[in-house]
């Protein structure tokens, strides 16, 4: 079963932030978002918005897909497609 993608952003902020030891109420300053926005981002009881989602990719300096793909989704389309020859008919 596919994640929520709000739970999936929820644990990426935590981790990521976490990873940068930057304090989540900073994040929040720094991104100029309302911290009880962000909480509600945390809980998974709103949905972010596009804007939203640049504000904090910038702050924690990451691509904004990191923030709602697993790390392992995000390295898979990170990568460039394998070429593939033509097929010849």
């Known amino acids: 079963m596919a994640r929520r993608l709000e739970n999936v952003l929820a644990?990426?902020?935590?981790?990521i932030a976490a990873e940068?030891?930057?304090p989540l109420s900073h994040?929040?300053?720094?991104?100029?978002?309302?911290?009880?926005?962000?909480w509600r981002l945390l809980s998974a009881e709103s949905s972010a918005t596009l804007d939203a989602l640049q504000r904090l990719a910038v702050v924690l300096d990451v691509p904004p897909l990191t923030l709602v793909s697993d790390a392992a989704e995000a390295a898979r389309v990170a990568r460039p497609a394998p070429k593939r020859s033509p097929k010849r008919g």
Do not use: F, K, P
């Open 11 to 15: 644990r990426r902020l935590r981790e």
């Open 27 to 38: 994040v929040a300053d720094r991104a100029g978002i309302a911290r009880s926005y962000l």
């Open 20 to 22: 940068r030891e930057i």
